[in-house]
């Protein structure tokens, strides 16, 4: 089996396991703080994942959230980066709006990217220069748009911190209006979409953008940091997902005209 199709029948398997785990108790922890959830069904997806990759493939790396290849920073040949459930506080009290979300790279460059919305059973993904799709459906280029007749995906704690806040507030008050899914990984496929014409957050791991980069990169749109600088795997980034237009005013007009502010962000926490 090719590998793409590996992928795509590995994370729908994983998707049944988790529907199927969900009819048991959860067992919910927490990690840096009491907002940062990690349920048994996190842990065992991505085990489940990994033993799956290694079994078949046992060159391949992998990158995963709850523990497995944080520190690797050869990413010479395949890595996998997997987000075994993106969305977690949406899984544990809505039961729903989450994803497990994988990005299959080669020598440090995109190959696949998956998102699996494991509730509407849409899977989203695509291969580099062959599209994008949603389930058997191509998904369309996405148009462009100005910010102030646009959506964008932000979290409005984003907007109450003393350093971003004021750098985000211009940009909430531009915009038409906001929403907050609470899955990075959705929020990505909605720009996408189109449904959104930008998603925008001051920190975000690898695992959270590394598969749904590339399927927005097949339809059109453009991903980058704040300072519009190329996101890697191997470490959190500030990230900006948008289409074309929407990114380049979002760069020019609000994010690098407080490049220093920003730069002294990233060099603190991102490096």
């Known amino acids: ?36 959830l990690v349920t048994n069904v996190d842990k065992a997806t991505e085990t489940y994942i990994y033993e799956a990759i290694h079994s078949n493939y046992p060159e391949h790396k992998v990158i995963g959230e709850e523990g497995h290849g944080h520190n690797i920073r050869n990413i010479d040949g395949v890595v996998w980066v997997v987000d075994p459930i993106d969305g977690t506080l949406n899984f544990v009290h809505q039961r729903e709006n989450f994803a497990i ?25 695509a291969k580099v220069h062959e599209g994008a799709f949603e389930n058997n459906h191509r998904l369309e280029a996405i148009g462009t748009s100005e910010l102030k007749s646009s959506l964008i995906g932000i979290n409005p704690n984003w907007v109450t911190k003393p350093i971003i806040g004021p750098i985000f507030q211009p940009v ?34 690898p695992w959270d953008f590394a598969g749904g980069l590339i399927i927005l990169n097949e339809v059109g749109g453009k991903g980058s940091n704040l300072l519009g600088e190329t996101l890697e795997i191997t470490h959190p980034d500030s990230v900006l997902m948008a289409n074309q237009t929407v990114h380049e005013e979002l760069l020019q007009q609000f994010f690098l005209p407080h490049q220093q502010t920003l730069t002294e962000l990233h060099a603190k926490y991102y490096k």
Do not use: C, W
């Open 101 to 125: 979300s994988i990005g299959i790279y080669y020598n440090g460059k995109a190959y696949a990217g998956f998102v699996y919305d494991v509730m509407k059973d849409a899977l989203y993904h």
């Open 172 to 205: 909430v008050n531009r915009a038409r209006s906001s929403r907050a899914y609470g899955s990075a990984a959705l929020e990505i496929i909605a720009v996408a979409k189109g449904q959104l014409a930008a998603y925008i957050t001051p920190r975000l791991q």
């Open 1 to 36: 089996m090719a590998l793409y199709d590996f992928a795509k029948s590995l994370i729908l398997e994983a998707g049944n396991n988790v529907r199927l785990m969900m009819k048991e108790k959860l067992s919910i922890e927490t990690k840096s703080n009491p907002n940062d």
